[in-house]
């Protein structure tokens, strides 16, 4: 049996990394992290036409069809070259249309959403850090109204997937009466996020049931995106001690560093297998899909953050500041962590969902 990726995947990841690599220098990361949108309209497009835009979306509405391993590929490839813009919640509500929508929606959106001619987002979070379906307490019916938080890049979508008591789904058009968006300040500049206020705000029903479906795949895809800033942030480190030098030599000769550097590699590269093993089981072994996407989340982010940290240490008295890059990384790894939930939240459900 074959457990590598297929040539395919590594295909998809070998794009994705030279498109970053010749569009996306440092310098410019800085200034899109800094922006206003926090968004590049081109880079956006070349991924787009690159099929990053509808990688889940059916071929018949003009996707790739492809699985949540593909995706999170994506994500991890994306998240190692510090990329910006609306790539997570725009797959997320691709998903929750092509899993939960009725004919109508899906004929209406999927297609738009495969081209980049609409930008899908989602709502789910709600006051007092409630990211789980069965906690929301958000109305659903014709109209909504109250609020959403941590929505990403809320100033940007043209349609949200909104998630209401009971653990329905709901989809809400930008141009809907009644709906407010507000920027809030998030700690990584690269992924912006809103709140979304509604009154009596139109909505769609959507009439299947994905939340914890959806909820999964976001748990997976935060998994392999952290896997991406934590793989970047080690070689970050491998080659600055390659480089800077105390007492005449380089600071990669010392055995302390070494042995730092040996621990992030050991934290890090393990942990691929969870977020693959996840992924692979949302589409294949669902009766272990949520369990195995709590357990991704929970150790890769948690592990990630601590390699963040090391990373700050590592690189010294420059690795505090603003001007080291180091930064752009560590909070992306924050981000990740504390988005739909910290990993407390999910080593608990995951020992509930293991009947412990």
């Known amino acids: 049996m074959n457990f590598d990726l297929t040539e395919e995947q590594q295909l998809l990841q070998n794009a994705i990394a030279q498109l970053l690599q010749n569009e996306l220098p440092v310098t410019r990361l800085r200034e899109i992290f800094e922006s206003e949108t926090g968004h590049d309209e081109a880079l956006w497009k ?21 699985e949540l391993l593909d995706l999170a590929l994506a994500s991890e490839t994306l998240s190692y ?8 919640g725009h797959s997320l509500a691709a998903l929750a249309v092509s899993l939960a929508g009725s004919d109508a929606q899906k004929q209406r959106w999927l297609p738009q959403l495969a081209t980049g001619d609409a930008i899908g987002s989602f709502a789910f979070a709600e006051a007092g850090s409630v990211w789980q379906p069965e906690d929301w ?3 659903g019916g014709d109209t909504l109204t109250g ?11 043209d349609v949200f997937v909104v998630g209401v008591a009971g653990g329905g789904l709901v989809l809400v058009e930008r141009e809907a009466s009644g709906l407010e968006s507000h920027p809030i300040d998030g700690v990584d500049r690269a992924r912006r996020i809103g709140a979304l206020i509604f009154e009596a705000t139109p909505c769609e029903s959507m009439p299947g049931a994905a939340a914890d479906r959806v909820r999964d795949a976001a748990l997976v895809l935060l ?3 952290a896997f991406g800033a934590g793989t970047r942030l080690a070689d970050m480190c491998v080659e600055y001690a390659k480089t800077r030098e105390q007492f005449g030599v380089t600071i990669g000769h010392f055995q302390a560093l070494k042995h730092q550097l040996a621990n992030m ?10 977020y693959w093993y996840a992924a692979h089981a949302f589409d294949h072994i669902q009766g272990e899909s949520a369990r195995s996407a709590a357990i991704a989340k929970a150790h890769i ?7 963040a940290r090391d990373s700050v240490e590592a690189h010294g008295g420059i690795g505090f500041t603003w001007e080291c890059d180091v930064q752009l990384w560590f909070k992306r790894a924050m981000f990740d962590r504390a988005f739909f939930g910290v990993p407390s939240l999910h080593r608990e459900r995951q020992a509930q969902l293991a009947g412990w």
């Open 46 to 66: 070349n991924l787009v036409e690159m099929g990053l835009g509808g990688l889940v979306i059916p071929e018949e509405y003009g996707g790739a069809g492809m």
């Open 81 to 88: 070259g510090g990329a910006p813009g609306p790539f997570f």
């Open 137 to 139: 307490v958000m109305a």
């Open 147 to 157: 609020t959403k938080l941590n929505v990403p890049y809320s100033e940007l979508a």
């Open 223 to 225: 998994a392999a995106d």
């Open 265 to 274: 590699a050991i934290d890090i590269e393990p942990s691929r297998a969870l």
């Open 301 to 307: 982010t948690d592990n990630v953050m601590q390699i």
